[in-house]
């Protein structure tokens, strides 16, 4: 048992991306932020960012159905700040926005290190967010509802980026450092 | 505005899939069946079947958050007639499965005429459903958690039906058969 767990948690961690993330502009339904922290999971998301104030974070945690524990999750208290700090990690946040600037979503190289920026369920990304993040992107949308719901776009990017990391090897060998790596899975081994 | 309206449902229908389905077999969340038919509208399905007891499309007429109108919804009493009935218009039936007979969802070909089969949140595909449906196709977990979210798991796979069957130049021309179109049309004008 505790042996198959371990093997268990060093195949994920062997195929955890630390460059590639999601940061979350206002997204606050938990079911929304629970379907995130699911796919982010799958994909190999170590890190997930949110803005949101202070007292929101308990919500998360009790609602992200098993999946918030194996994301790690960093909450901002303005969205400027948290663009600044992931591109002063060298990493380019493209926002899932339609805007006019928006480029196809599969048009970008998701292999480089980057961030997603997702916007709120009723008012979309906001315009500090949108004005701070390096490129848009779009889903083309072919039918008469404007938008997808927010976990569902977030999806489509995320296995969109997905793919392209497998074709280019990202999950073949680990990508976390070895303290990040060993940290990590001593907390899972001791919850 | 009324010559707007039409050359939107103009271009709406001139992109309709009428050969793209998706079948819900016992999907009941309400949040879940409004996200996947906001995606069934944005990748141009243009009829979802459901299993459920009659009395639950009330609920889901309510909470389709607009794409239920715009997206013909046909309910069935139980899931082998309705693969077989889907089966007998001629089209692939694909259950959404993490199952043994699994293949990568990527693997198969979404520009014959298909129908994608979803699984309930709890229990997932039913054993009728799996029997009947032609493949299994799954999407790739890296990380801990088992499933997807269903309405992530049906984007996920209609957005892949949506790249090649556009690839494929299916949004190119209209694909509905003329009384189809206009008979819909006039519905739309008409609600
Ligand atoms: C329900 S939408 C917000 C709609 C809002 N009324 C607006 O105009 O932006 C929630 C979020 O999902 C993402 N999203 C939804 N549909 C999208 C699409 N077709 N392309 C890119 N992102 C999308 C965006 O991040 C968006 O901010
Ligand atoms: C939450 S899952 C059901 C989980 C259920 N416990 C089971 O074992 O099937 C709901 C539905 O989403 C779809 N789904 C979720 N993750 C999937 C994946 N990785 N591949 C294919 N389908 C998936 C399937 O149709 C599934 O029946």
Same mark, same amino acid.
């Given at each position: 048992? +505790?042996?198959?767990?371990?093997?268990?948690?060093?195949?994920?961690?062997?195929?955890?991306?630390?460059?590639?993330?999601?940061?979350?502009?206002?997204?606050?339904?938990?079911? %929304?932020?629970?379907?995130?922290?699911?796919?982010?999971?799958?994909?190999?998301?170590?890190?997930? &960012?949110?803005?949101?104030?202070?007292?929101?974070?308990?919500?998360?945690?009790?609602?992200?159905?098993?999946?918030?524990?194996?994301?790690?999750?960093?909450?901002?208290?303005?969205?400027?700040?948290?663009?600044?700090?992931?591109?002063?990690?060298?990493?380019?946040?493209?926002?899932?926005?339609?805007?006019?600037?928006?480029?196809?979503?599969?048009?970008?190289?998701? @292999?480089?290190?980057? $961030?997603?920026?997702?916007?709120?369920?009723?008012?979309?990304?906001?315009?500090?967010?949108?004005?701070? $993040?390096?490129?848009?992107?779009?889903?083309?949308?072919?039918?008469?509802?404007?938008?997808? %719901?927010?976990?569902? $776009?977030?999806?489509?990017?995320?296995?969109?980026?997905?793919?392209?990391? $497998?074709?280019?090897?990202?999950?073949? @060998?680990?990508?976390?450092?070895?303290? +990040?790596? &060993?940290? +990590?899975?001593?907390?899972?081994?001791?919850?």
């Amino acid at each position: 048992m +505790t042996a198959e767990r371990l093997a268990r948690f060093r195949a994920t961690l062997d195929r955890r991306q630390p460059d590639l993330r999601v940061l979350l502009d206002g997204v606050h339904k938990p079911h %929304n932020v629970s379907a995130i922290l699911r796919t982010c999971d799958a994909v190999g998301v170590y890190q997930a &960012h949110a803005v949101w104030p202070g007292d929101r974070l308990a919500v998360h945690r009790q609602t992200s159905a098993g999946a918030g524990q194996w994301v790690r999750m960093r909450t901002h208290e303005a969205v400027g700040p948290a663009v600044s700090s992931l591109q002063g990690e060298g990493l380019q946040v493209y926002a899932a926005h339609l805007s006019e600037r928006a480029v196809d979503f599969r048009s970008v190289d998701y @292999t480089r290190p980057c $961030a997603v920026l997702m916007g709120a369920e009723l008012w979309g990304v906001s315009q500090a967010g949108a004005a701070a $993040a390096d490129a848009h992107i779009s889903i083309p949308m072919a039918g008469l509802v404007a938008s997808l %719901n927010v976990s569902v $776009a977030a999806a489509v990017i995320l296995f969109e980026a997905q793919r392209q990391r $497998a074709a280019a090897g990202l999950y073949d @060998t680990p990508r976390l450092d070895p303290e +990040t790596y &060993h940290q +990590t899975l001593f907390e899972w081994l001791h919850p």
